[in-house]
T-cell receptor, first 114, second 112 residues
């Protein structure tokens, strides 16, 4: 079991560009949540996908969008990148719609916007 | 929405001593409280969790207590070891599912 895998591990983008981050959940998990972790801060919830739909959303602008595929993998898209979008982006997977079950985190994608 | 506060932000203890990290939450509907350990450059890893129908849970040297009335929960690590050094995050989960609200983290240093 490979656990939760994210790609790429590191990424450098220019302000104004668009980026797509990918996540494959742990085997048996059907729910994917995305978090943004700024340096020295706790992870901030972006949104959650279950049954290929966005089910919950945190306080992030529409520049942040996502998708879940039939195989439960997920993408996070960020448009019109800002310097402040530089952070570690974490994907977490859980099972059965995520009802108070353990969430497993991927190793994250370190995004740097220059 | 939920607001989770965590204290202290940094904590240094001598090896073998105990460490206590405290968190408070605001939403009385939250009912799942995990604790994650994050080593430098690594993913957060669950170390212990507690649900609102339980007041205390132990796993070897780690314990968590929950006071629903006061809306606070704490992590206790006994007989600390250098490998316990890391950043620890508390979190609270919404009723619906794993929309975790995290605290700001506690950087624990265990001095040999």
């Amino acid at each position: 079991d490979a656990g939760v895998t994210q790609s790429p591990t590191h990424l450098i983008k220019t302000r104004g560009q668009q980026v797509t981050l990918r996540c494959s959940p742990k085997s048996g998990h059907d729910t994917v949540s995305w978090y943004q972790q700024a340096l020295g801060q706790g992870p901030q919830f972006i949104f959650q996908y279950y049954e290929e739909e966005e089910r919950q959303r945190g306080n992030f602008p529409d520049r942040f969008s996502g998708h879940q595929f039939p195989n439960y993998s997920s993408e996070l898209n960020v448009n019109a990148l800002l310097l402040g979008d530089s952070a570690l982006y974490l994907c977490a997977s859980s099972s059965t719609g995520g009802r108070n079950t353990e969430a497993f985190f991927g190793q994250g994608t370190r995004l740097t916007v220059v | 929405g939920e607001n989770v506060e965590q204290h202290p932000s940094t904590l240094s203890v001598q090896e073998g001593d105990s460490a206590v990290i405290k968190c408070t939450y605001s939403d009385s509907a939250s009912n799942y409280f995990p604790w994650y350990k994050q080593e430098l450059g690594k993913r957060p890893q669950l170390i212990i969790d507690i649900r609102s129908n339980v007041g205390e849970k132990k796993d070897q040297r780690i314990a968590v207590t929950l006071n629903k009335t006061a809306k606070h929960f704490s992590l206790h690590i006994t007989e600390t070891q250098p490998e316990d050094s890391a950043v620890y995050f508390c979190a609270a989960s919404s009723v619906w599912g794993n929309q975790f609200y995290f605290g700001t983290g506690t950087s624990l240093t265990v001095i040999p």
